[in-house]
């Protein structure tokens, strides 16, 4: 039986990250970094594959929690005859890629199942497995050609048909400590860890990051737990922040819309630059504009939806056919073919982002502003070609409404920065051509028919980016257009009480299938309520889509309402970056005293 997706959990050292089940089984790591090839890929295909299990080999009722600010994992296991601990964590900021998993009695006794089976490369590769002579501490060590994992333990397991089994039992009071570590297999086994002084200094850093955040309005538990999620998927060495870090969970069960997450988008970058940068996290825009700046050099011609964590620029997609899918959905793929796409929208969400940096205290950087000038400029000339819109749609182009609002900010954006900060740029033009799209918007994406902007130029279909419309300040929140628009898509889009991204039927983005609420869109609706004065509307919803984080704070890209199940890639930065969003708007039209309705969320 698969694990449902909310049965997981994250750890993470901010270069890669874990999925640890409840039962106790790590299904997904990729090392030493988020793209890298992953070592236990049973998420996406069978135990074989690759996993990491600790836990209770009988029944048991199950608990966990993060430590503090951390993503420290504690599990209870409970059962009839005792109860253990499980303290699992990838150690940040020490230089090497570490995972830690410890197992304390707490009363009785408790008998545990352990399994160890390394297969590199997404599942595929058998390692060669020994227990190196001549050392002086007792290790398993599995190579397959430049990669090295080196397991530890008070008690490690026994090898059994290419996989290392143990069955144990735990009493009150024991305690056994498991690290595996990896490293290039041309080097030497790494010394071991200070566990201890590690589990210490991960909890330390952690909570120290978390004292930083300024936000101190409704739902801050959320807020703060999200603010952490995206930090952990900011790669601390080179700045990169990943839109998830796993790939091909799937958006339809069964279907063919499975995506590699593991990359850095632009947008998802800039968006969750902004979320940071409202919670007190200056020094993190910083982090962000140098990998940008590093990211996107050379040609403005050459610039990408997309990069991989250290800012290359190969994505090639591809799909690995050894591996049966989550939930049997195929193909599970490696790599995103997006990264050929044009989205027009793109540069506008960058702009965004580096307004509000230098907004709130981002010092001003010559190369950074030549680089967004030449960007702006290049935008200059090519706003007017159809593109692939936001959500990379494989049909055919269209002129997205979204996509040119976004042309827009970009202008806007460009202009503010001259008239607000005192850079250089030609903003008599910038003006101008701010205009010539606000223009073009206003007249040819907007069905007065339909009373409603509408997802492309020519027709009367809605698509819940519309909603971005009063957030980005293209229009005024009480325009009669944006309150229309909000009424189309609760008509033609809310399900079961959330959001869908567009609707699939009209065969817009050229896939079979169809796909669930799309989680961001809904805290997108949550901040156009607030702005709107619609604050009971937006509690609501608000109230009702953090009901569905899991029991760690963590939420996946999409959710099924009816079959009440987490639903995509996880965790999902574009998720928790809007629920930051949603709640800010929140607290910003209660601080203001934004008039109230007394209607429900259909």
């Not at 002086?136 to 190579?143: E, F, G, P």
């Not at 002084?197 to 120290?208: K, V, Y």
Request: glycine share 8%.
């Amino acid at each position: 039986m698969v694990t449902p997706i909310e049965d997981y959990a994250v750890l993470g050292d901010t270069q890669t990250a874990a999925l640890v089940s409840r039962d106790g089984s790590v299904d997904w790591l990729c090392l030493p970094g988020f793209d890298s090839p992953a070592c236990f890929a049973a998420l996406v295909g069978t135990p074989d594959n690759g996993r990491w299990l600790i836990g209770p080999d009988v029944e048991a009722t199950t608990t966990r929690r993060y430590v503090g600010s951390s993503f420290i994992l504690e599990t209870i296991h409970e059962t009839e005859d005792g109860a253990v601990k499980v303290t699992d964590l990838m150690p940040i900021l020490d230089g090497r890629a570490d995972v830690v998993r410890r197992v304390e009695g707490l009363r009785g006794t408790v008998p545990m199942r352990h399994e160890w089976v390394v297969r590199f490369h997404y599942g595929k590769v058998r390692p060669w497995v020994s227990r190196p002579k001549g050392r002086h501490d007792d290790v398993i060590t599995a190579i397959a050609g430049p990669d090295m994992l080196v397991l530890r333990g008070t008690r490690l397991p026994k090898a059994e048909d290419g996989h290392h089994r143990d069955r144990f039992d735990v009493s009150e009071g024991d305690v056994l400590t498991f690290t595996m570590t990896w490293c290039p297999s041309y080097q030497p086994v790494p010394d071991v860890i200070d566990v201890d002084q590690r589990i210490a200094d991960t909890r330390r850093l952690s909570n120290h990051w978390a004292s930083r955040c300024t936000y101190d309005g409704p739902y801050r538990e959320q807020v703060l737990r999200s603010l952490l999620t995206l930090r952990l998927m900011t790669d601390s060495h080179y700045g990169g922040i990943v839109a998830a870090p796993t790939t091909s969970l799937p958006e339809d069960f069964g279907g063919e819309r499975n995506w590699d997450y593991r990359f850095c988008w632009l947008r998802d970058a800039s968006l969750t630059l902004e979320a940071l940068l409202s919670s007190g996290y200056l020094d993190e825009a910083r982090l962000w504009r140098n990998w940008l700046l590093r990211a996107v050099a050379g040609d403005p011609k050459d610039l990408q939806i997309m990069y991989r964590v250290d800012g290359s620029r190969e994505l090639p997609e591809q799909t690995l056919d050894h591996l049966k899918g989550y939930a049997d959905s195929r193909p599970v793929r490696i790599g995103n073919g997006a990264v050929e796409q044009r989205q027009t929208d793109v540069l506008g969400e960058v702009m965004l982002a580096l307004e509000e940096a230098r907004s709130a205290g981002l010092e001003n950087d010559t190369q950074s502003w030549s680089l967004q000038r030449a960007l702006v400029n290049e935008l200059a000339g090519k706003w007017q070609e159809p593109d692939n819109g936001l959500w990379e749609i494989r049909g055919p182009r269209r002129h997205f409404t979204h996509s040119r609002v976004m042309v827009w900010a970009a202008f806007d954006r460009a202009v503010r920065a001259v008239e607000k900060h005192g850079l250089k740029g030609p903003v008599d033009r910038w003006r101008e051509l701010r205009e010539q799209v606000r223009n073009e918007v206003l007249e040819k994406g907007f069905s007065t028919e339909k009373n409603s902007f509408t997802q492309y130029y020519g027709t009367t279909e809605v698509d819940s980016s519309l909603l971005l419309i009063p957030i980005i300040g293209f229009l005024p929140p009480q325009d009669p257009r944006v309150l229309g628009t909000i009424d189309a898509i609760e008509k033609d889009l809310l399900r079961d009480g959330f959001v869908l991204r567009y609707r699939t039927q009209s065969g817009v983005d050229g896939l079979a299938g169809h796909e669930h609420p799309f989680l961001a869109c809904s805290w997108w609706l949550v901040s156009a309520y607030a702005m709107c004065g619609h604050v009971d509307k937006a509690r609501t919803l608000m109230d009702r889509l953090v009901g569905i984080l899991n029991d760690v704070g963590l939420v996946s890209e999409e959710y099924d309402p009816q079959g009440r199940r987490m639903v995509g890639n996880f965790p999902q930065a574009f998720s928790h970056l809007t629920l930051i969003g949603a709640a800010h708007a929140l607290a910003e039209a209660e601080r203001t005293g934004a008039s109230r309705t007394g209607s429900q969320v259909p």
